[in-house]
């Protein structure tokens, strides 16, 4: 397969979905253990830690549906 066929799929809509679910999942445990401490002891977010715990899962998700389809024939 192509790398724009298998970009084309990978952004599609269930490869998408589960890449979500898995940033979702991953990012609030990440969140919750980067950040908890801080939370419980009233001291405001911090913005890029909070999108980065949600967006490298995303990415690894989205990146290993990618090259599976690229693999694949």
């Known amino acids: 397969m192509t790398p724009k066929e ?3 799929r ?3 809509r269930a490869p ?3 890449s979500l679910t ?3 999942a991953v990012g609030t445990v990440l969140n919750a253990i980067n ?3 801080e939370l419980i ?3 405001p977010l911090i913005i890029w830690k909070f999108a980065l715990n949600y967006f490298v899962p995303f990415a690894v998700a989205s990146y290993g549906c990618y090259w599976a389809f690229r693999s694949s024939d």
């Open 6 to 8: 298998a970009l084309r």
């Open 10 to 12: 990978t952004c599609s």
């Open 16 to 18: 998408l979905r589960r």
């Open 22 to 24: 898995v940033a979702v």
């Open 35 to 37: 950040q908890g401490p």
């Open 41 to 43: 002891a009233g001291h």
